[in-house]
């Protein structure tokens, strides 16, 4: 299984960012699909999650911020984050799977893309 996110880099608070989320050698229809983040000062941070059925989560800090989605046609997974904020920068990186506690090992992830907010 390959797992595989694009999209982060450098945007000013406020600003937006989607990153995505390719899953190769794996029936992505049948996957749920998390992004999760790792903030040096604050460790793991699940974000959210998107359901085989599209039932979607998040973690509160997020919730009217930040939209996942999928297309289970291109296997990808998105995560659309608007209004950024400071305390948003990390590595960003999405896992087959859902686990929300902050010591989750997630077996299928990928490598993790970049997202930093500058204010």
């Known amino acids: 299984v390959q797992v595989m996110e694009s999209g982060g880099g450098l945007v000013q608070s406020g600003g937006s960012l989607r990153l995505s989320c390719e899953v190769i050698g794996f029936p992505f229809n049948r996957a749920a699909i998390s992004w999760v983040r790792q903030v040096p000062a604050r460790g793991q941070e699940w974000v959210s999650s998107i359901y085989n059925n599209f039932t979607t989560i998040y973690r509160d800090s997020v919730k009217g911020r930040f939209t996942v989605s999928r297309d289970n046609n291109a296997r990808t997974a998105y995560l659309q984050m608007n209004s950024l904020k400071d305390e948003d920068t990390g590595v960003y990186f999405c896992?087959?799977?859902?686990?929300?506690?902050?010591?989750?090992?997630?077996?299928?992830r990928g490598q993790g893309t970049q997202v930093t907010v500058s204010s």
């Open positions: 896992a087959l799977g859902v686990c929300t506690m902050p010591t989750c090992e997630f077996h299928d």
